[in-house]
């Protein structure tokens, strides 16, 4: 079957560093979205990766590795306002396929 | 800036009855989907567009209905409401091409309580 599994839920010190994981299980396999969204409002797009390897956007950056199956998306310098829920979403035969999401809470 | 916006944010319904959830974007994007959002799920995709009058069946249809009579507008209608339709329900649209190709774009999203 086709699957994407994230975290439920992971804290983090501002100005620290957090990565969130993301796995997959799909066929035809073909890029993977990361978006942000905070408590009740849309979620906006940060990343696709389609390719392996690091992709850098300020702050945060989104690493993909294909043969793995997996993902990650990489916060630095935390702040409080990334306090939010991170959906990842895997391309699959022109579908996506949904992570239910990882709820980062941010600490003083 | 996309502009998807749903013209509701909080709606309260009585079961059987029929409900419509409105959306509407403002950049002329081809591809348009309605989701439920639910607690411990991913997105789960009821229906999309990527045409006027065009719509395709995504992974739970059932008890739904669309309606895309204008590019910019794509109505979600639960024919006869149920509890169990009672969720978070979310807009998006993306420019023409492939499902997925591209980013979608959201609205804020309509909560949706059916007693």
């Known amino acids: 079957g086709q699957n994407i599994d994230q975290p439920t839920e992971m804290t983090a010190t501002e100005g620290a560093i957090v990565q969130i994981n993301c796995t997959y299980q799909?066929?035809?396999?073909?890029?993977l979205f990361w978006y942000q969204q905070h408590a009740g409002e849309a979620p906006t797009f940060l990343s696709y990766?389609?390719l392996d390897g690091l992709e850098e956007k300020g702050r945060f950056s989104s690493f993909l590795s294909r043969s793995k199956g997996y993902s990650y998306l990489l916060l630095k310098e935390l702040q409080m306002k990334d306090s939010a829920s991170y959906l990842c979403a895997g391309r699959s035969n022109y579908q996506l396929i949904w992570g239910a999401g990882t709820k980062l809470i941010i600490k003083p | 800036d996309v502009k998807v916006t749903q013209s509701s944010r909080y709606l309260v319904k009585r079961t059987g009855e029929k409900v419509f959830l409105e959306c509407v974007q403002d950049?002329?994007?081809?591809?348009m989907f309605w989701y439920r959002q639910d607690p411990g799920l991913g997105l789960r995709l009821i229906y999309f567009s990527y045409d006027v009058k065009m719509k395709e069946k995504g992974d739970i249809p059932e008890g739904y209905s669309v309606s895309r009579e204008k590019k910019e507008r794509f109505s979600l209608i639960l024919e006869s409401a149920s509890t169990n339709q009672t969720s978070m329900y979310l807009c998006?649209?993306?420019?023409?091409?492939?499902?997925?190709?591209?980013?979608?774009?959201f609205g804020d999203g309509t909560r949706l309580s059916i007693l």
């Open positions: 998006a649209s993306s420019p023409s091409g492939a499902v997925g190709n591209q980013p979608q774009h």
């Open positions: 799909t066929s035809g396999f073909n890029g």
């Open positions: 950049m002329d994007h081809e591809n």
């Open positions: 990766n389609v």
